[in-house]
């Protein structure tokens, strides 16, 4: 597929969203924010079973494919996920096909109903999962420490790592023309995000609430300051290093 057919399926994709009913948005990111976070939950059930720890290269690969698993839910299922859309939504606004406002409208909505669902299931395995015993609190709140233990400088130019990967993934699926190879480059982009410990804002909302809910080492400012920071770099990563450069050199001649 050339440049010019990738950028103009982003155009059309980001358009239909953007056009999209508030409910079936409302309704589409909730279902992200649930299904996102098997990938975090199945990282402490190997965190769990795992006779190593973060530092150890064997289990840091596992927990990075692990990591994988909630993104390949959500992006094969073609629901709403925030990170994304600071791509795809952004390219009718650059092609003036769409205004700031309907951009607005769409973030918004997609990054609430991806943090409410991300909420609810933590909720959900919290309440569920002492008794079925896969996971212990200790490797939640590793996973949350990984995140949330390093200092705000940190936690946004990783973010901004982290969103610029996720705008290439975006770009990727849109031109991969198989189901295998998008599985593939959907794999490699996420658990690159998971082996070097980036904030993604919905993912992490799951990680780092577990942490919140099961240890005392993780507070609530914690999160918060995480989330804030995390959706801000995410934002800018996704627009700045893809959509406006990816759109500019594609209109100038790029194919």
Same mark, same amino acid.
């Given at each position: ?7 103009? %399926? ?11 009913? !508030? ?24 965190? +769990? ?9 064997? =289990?840091?690969?596992? #927990?990075?494919?692990?990591? /994988?698993?909630? @993104?390949? @839910?959500?992006?094969?299922?073609? #629901? ?5 859309? !600071? ?11 769409? /205004? ?11 990054? &609430? ?8 299931? +933590?909720?959900?395995?919290?309440? #569920? ?16 420490? %990984? ?5 705000? =400088? ?11 990967? $996720? ?13 295998? %190879? ?7 982009? +996420? ?11 919905? &993912? ?16 609530? $400012? ?9 959706? $801000? ?23």
């Amino acid at each position: 597929m050339r440049a010019t057919d990738v950028l103009n %399926s982003l155009i059309e994709g980001g358009l239909h969203e953007i056009k999209r009913e !508030t409910n079936g948005l409302l309704l589409s990111g909730f279902s992200a924010g649930l299904d996102i976070g098997f990938g975090p939950l199945l990282m402490a059930v190997m965190l +769990t079973l795992s006779q190593g720890s973060y530092g150890d290269l064997g =289990t840091e690969l596992l #927990l990075a494919s692990t990591y /994988s698993v909630g @993104f390949i @839910f959500v992006i094969l299922g073609r #629901l709403e996920l925030f990170t994304e859309h !600071t791509t795809i939504a952004v390219m009718p606004v650059l092609d003036r096909q769409a /205004s700031l406002g309907e951009l607005a409208r769409l973030w918004g909505l997609v990054y &609430a109903s991806n943090i409410v669902g991300g909420a609810t299931f +933590t909720a959900l395995v919290v309440t #569920l999962m002492p008794d079925l015993g896969a996971a212990s609190p200790e490797a939640f709140e590793a996973i949350a420490l %990984s995140l949330v233990d390093h200092d705000l =400088t940190w936690l946004f130019i990783a973010g901004v790592l982290a969103g610029w990967l $996720m705008g290439l993934l975006a770009w990727l699926v849109t031109a991969a023309q198989e189901t295998t %190879s998008r599985l593939l480059i959907i794999w490699i982009v +996420t658990a690159a995000i998971g082996l070097l410990h980036l904030p993604h804002s919905i &993912a992490g909302n799951v990680e780092v609430l577990f942490g919140v809910f099961l240890s005392p080492a993780v507070s609530v $400012m914690d999160y918060l300051t995480f989330l804030a920071l995390a959706t $801000m770099g995410n934002a800018i990563g996704g627009v700045v290093f893809v959509a406006l450069l990816k759109y500019g050199h594609v209109v100038r001649g790029g194919d």
